[in-house]
């Protein structure tokens, strides 16, 4: 199995995520390992960003079809170094294979022992919860 | 296969195996017996062909699949992580139960913190009712109600984490189409392997406990140490350090796993998962390899402390000449009989020495003792 399947196998059956889509990095460019996208089986938290105009919006205003429970999953191994300019490459690609920019990505880092830790990575700043 | 609470009783008043051998069993033998003398010969012999765990080795990743492997590493021991689970290997009883294909066994850790996690947002709910509640009589002004909204809210406290198991809400079987798939002739298909860290493979191999088996056959000491290491390491490799700082943990009886999910290198239990949460957290750390700065350290103290464990740095160090190290990686690279390969692994790690030290944030107003 590659780093892609093994994330997208512990998010469907561990963590029962639904309409789970890989997209392998020779269509996802820019991306270590390809990106995967996937339904969480509850929403995870909302977050407000505030755009580089000032003006503050809702992390999910711009997908298309109005499905705002759809994440969007970045496959790593613990030896990736990520750079600043890498993570705006992998957010242009999301772009290109999902047709939107998505607020937010997730990081599924994969240890030796099997073990998936997810971290959000969030396009700019994020409004502190109340 | 999931160590219940009825487990934990039971394998808390054995005697605990930190390896996953099979012993013998003499408590029978007296001295002046003659025909104890002969149980133990039999038990002994009996006992004498081991049955070691089988580990599998496909696309760099080192895990057991079949039960009685998956039983004894993780019963004698702790090793390896269940791959789909947080640390036992409880998928298979889980998705069982979910699908309401099987509601005999008892619930699985991961279980308990979904219906943990549940209550407390039950509670949080409830709350947020009563704060706003609250802010409405107080702009009426309305004291009686206030009073009464008060009422409610100490019940409230009082009650929180009583119901623990039944307040579980009884939901629909959803089986989705990801599920179905796994079904076949109406019985589950378990995917779930134990896969082992690569410092735990290399400690279980070089002291003899398990058998590799990859594709082209049996995999032995040397093959899995250049898998794993290469032979191209120097005196302070990260990965022989932290390979050395295992060793040494596991020597002296501490079940040590890992530690990515606190920002360190290993946790030591002292006796394992199943019984209580690990005390300590270990960060390897070489001498000549430059330090952190202070603002990682206090980072990673803060991160430690939040789950109440205590930061230890453990320092691997040696005091190699040169000459003396070269001589002994070119020896490993050229041995070809495991055997020796083992004794000049346990040569090489010998030249190494552990030390700890304890960070800990010091505050002067309260820490008075």
């Given at each position: 199995m590659s780093l892609m399947e093994i994330i997208a196998q512990n998010l469907v059956?561990?963590?029962?995520?639904?309409?789970i889509q890989t997209f392998p990095k020779s269509s996802a460019k820019g991306t270590p390992h390809g990106v995967v996208r996937g339904v969480p089986p509850k929403k995870l938290s909302e977050t407000t960003s505030i755009s580089s105009t000032g003006e503050t919006e809702s992390?999910?205003?711009?997908k298309p079809d109005g499905d705002t429970s759809e994440e969007w999953v970045l496959p790593l191994s613990i030896s990736d170094k990520l750079t600043v300019e890498n993570i705006e490459q992998i957010f242009e690609s999301i772009r290109s294979v999902g047709s939107y920019r998505p607020k937010r990505i997730i990081a599924g880092l994969l240890d030796d022992d099997g073990s998936v830790v997810y971290y959000f990575i969030h396009d700019g700043l994020v409004k502190p919860r109340s | 296969m999931t160590t219940t609470v009825s487990d934990r009783i039971r394998l808390r008043g054995k005697k605990h195996q930190m390896l996953p051998v099979d012993t013998v069993d003499l408590?029978?033998?007296?001295?002046?017996n003659p025909v104890s003398w002969a149980v133990c010969l039999y038990k002994v012999y009996a006992g004498a062909v081991p049955v070691l765990p089988t580990v599998r080795f496909e696309s760099g990743n080192f895990f057991a699949a079949d039960w009685a492997s998956i039983n004894k590493l993780w019963r004698r021991g702790?090793?390896?992580?269940?791959t789909l689970s947080?640390?036992?290997?409880?998928w298979f009883n889980r998705t069982k139960r979910r699908l309401r294909l099987d509601e005999g066994t008892e619930l699985s850790s991961e279980e308990i913190i979904a219906q943990r996690r549940h209550q407390r947002e039950e509670f949080k709910r409830q709350r947020q009712e009563l704060d706003a509640l609250e802010r409405r009589y107080k702009l009426e002004e309305d004291s009686a109600n206030l009073a009464r909204v008060e009422k409610l809210r100490h019940a409230l406290t009082e009650t929180k984490g009583r119901h623990a198991r039944s307040s579980t809400p009884v939901e629909e079987v959803e089986i989705r189409p990801e599920d179905d798939v796994l079904i076949q002739e109406g019985k589950l298909q378990n995917i779930e392997v134990l896969q082992l860290s690569h410092t735990e493979t290399l400690f279980l191999k070089l002291i003899g406990c398990i058998d590799i088996q990859s594709e082209d056959g049996p995999v032995g000491l040397k093959t899995a140490w250049m898998q794993i290491l290469?032979?191209?390491?120097?005196?302070?490799?990260s990965r022989l350090l932290r390979f050395i700082a295992y060793a040494h943990y596991r020597s002296l009886g501490w079940c040590v796993r890992s530690g990515l999910k606190f920002a360190s290198d290993f946790l030591l239990y002292q006796r394992g998962p199943p019984f209580q949460h690990a005390k300590y957290t270990l960060r390897v750390c070489g001498v000549k390899e430059g330090s952190m700065s202070w603002i990682r350290y206090s980072g990673i103290n803060r991160v430690v402390s939040g789950v109440k464990k205590t930061m230890v740095l453990s320092y691997v160090t040696s005091e190699w000449n040169e000459n003396e190290f070269e001589s002994i990686r070119e020896q490993m690279e050229c041995c070809s009989d495991d055997h020796e390969f083992a004794l000049l692994v346990a040569d090489l790690v010998s030249h190494y020495r552990v030390d700890e030290v304890v960070y800990h944030r010091w505050v002067a107003n309260r820490n008075r003792e």
């Amino acid at each position: 199995m590659s780093l892609m399947e093994i994330i997208a196998q512990n998010l469907v059956h561990f963590h029962l995520w639904t309409s789970i889509q890989t997209f392998p990095k020779s269509s996802a460019k820019g991306t270590p390992h390809g990106v995967v996208r996937g339904v969480p089986p509850k929403k995870l938290s909302e977050t407000t960003s505030i755009s580089s105009t000032g003006e503050t919006e809702s992390s999910t205003t711009d997908k298309p079809d109005g499905d705002t429970s759809e994440e969007w999953v970045l496959p790593l191994s613990i030896s990736d170094k990520l750079t600043v300019e890498n993570i705006e490459q992998i957010f242009e690609s999301i772009r290109s294979v999902g047709s939107y920019r998505p607020k937010r990505i997730i990081a599924g880092l994969l240890d030796d022992d099997g073990s998936v830790v997810y971290y959000f990575i969030h396009d700019g700043l994020v409004k502190p919860r109340s | 296969m999931t160590t219940t609470v009825s487990d934990r009783i039971r394998l808390r008043g054995k005697k605990h195996q930190m390896l996953p051998v099979d012993t013998v069993d003499l408590s029978c033998f007296v001295p002046h017996n003659p025909v104890s003398w002969a149980v133990c010969l039999y038990k002994v012999y009996a006992g004498a062909v081991p049955v070691l765990p089988t580990v599998r080795f496909e696309s760099g990743n080192f895990f057991a699949a079949d039960w009685a492997s998956i039983n004894k590493l993780w019963r004698r021991g702790f090793y390896g992580k269940g791959t789909l689970s947080r640390s036992e290997p409880s998928w298979f009883n889980r998705t069982k139960r979910r699908l309401r294909l099987d509601e005999g066994t008892e619930l699985s850790s991961e279980e308990i913190i979904a219906q943990r996690r549940h209550q407390r947002e039950e509670f949080k709910r409830q709350r947020q009712e009563l704060d706003a509640l609250e802010r409405r009589y107080k702009l009426e002004e309305d004291s009686a109600n206030l009073a009464r909204v008060e009422k409610l809210r100490h019940a409230l406290t009082e009650t929180k984490g009583r119901h623990a198991r039944s307040s579980t809400p009884v939901e629909e079987v959803e089986i989705r189409p990801e599920d179905d798939v796994l079904i076949q002739e109406g019985k589950l298909q378990n995917i779930e392997v134990l896969q082992l860290s690569h410092t735990e493979t290399l400690f279980l191999k070089l002291i003899g406990c398990i058998d590799i088996q990859s594709e082209d056959g049996p995999v032995g000491l040397k093959t899995a140490w250049m898998q794993i290491l290469g032979l191209e390491f120097t005196s302070e490799d990260s990965r022989l350090l932290r390979f050395i700082a295992y060793a040494h943990y596991r020597s002296l009886g501490w079940c040590v796993r890992s530690g990515l999910k606190f920002a360190s290198d290993f946790l030591l239990y002292q006796r394992g998962p199943p019984f209580q949460h690990a005390k300590y957290t270990l960060r390897v750390c070489g001498v000549k390899e430059g330090s952190m700065s202070w603002i990682r350290y206090s980072g990673i103290n803060r991160v430690v402390s939040g789950v109440k464990k205590t930061m230890v740095l453990s320092y691997v160090t040696s005091e190699w000449n040169e000459n003396e190290f070269e001589s002994i990686r070119e020896q490993m690279e050229c041995c070809s009989d495991d055997h020796e390969f083992a004794l000049l692994v346990a040569d090489l790690v010998s030249h190494y020495r552990v030390d700890e030290v304890v960070y800990h944030r010091w505050v002067a107003n309260r820490n008075r003792e």
